[in-house]
């Protein structure tokens, strides 16, 4: 990250790396919506003025990585990429709790024939 910009390229190298490795695509996807979930929670906790000690408790993080965390978001919220995050919703990213089928559902769905283009 420099000067307030978010740099993608490195995060680029990082997942075909991984993906190189033999990390399984759907491991790394939920790495990346992990860390997107982290940066939203920093994000509402410290638009209700909570400081990095409370966050880092509040979110079972080391404090170092939740000073992190706090830098990062706010590059990420105050940088190009905010206005494509703006949409999500105030209450965070909970979907654990979500019982609720998503329009578009791909369960049952053959993910061959997704590939194929059928």
């Known amino acids: 990250m420099r000067s307030g910009r978010v740099e993608i390229s490195p995060a680029f190298v990082v997942v075909e790396r991984l993906l190189n490795q033999g990390e399984p695509p759907l491991v790394i996807l939920s790495m990346m919506v992990r860390h997107v979930r982290l940066l939203w929670s920093v ?13 880092a408790k509040a979110l079972g993080l080391p404090l170092a990585v939740c000073r992190q965390l706090v830098t990062q978001s706010r590059a990420v919220f105050a940088g190009a990429s905010a206005p494509a995050l703006r949409g999500c919703p105030r ?4 979907f654990q709790d979500q019982q609720q089928t998503a329009p578009g559902d791909l369960r049952g769905v053959d ?8």
């Open 111 to 118: 993910p061959a024939r997704l590939w194929a283009g059928d």
């Open 91 to 94: 209450g965070g990213f909970n």
């Open 43 to 55: 994000k509402q906790l410290g638009q209700q003025r909570h400081d990095a000690s409370h966050m």
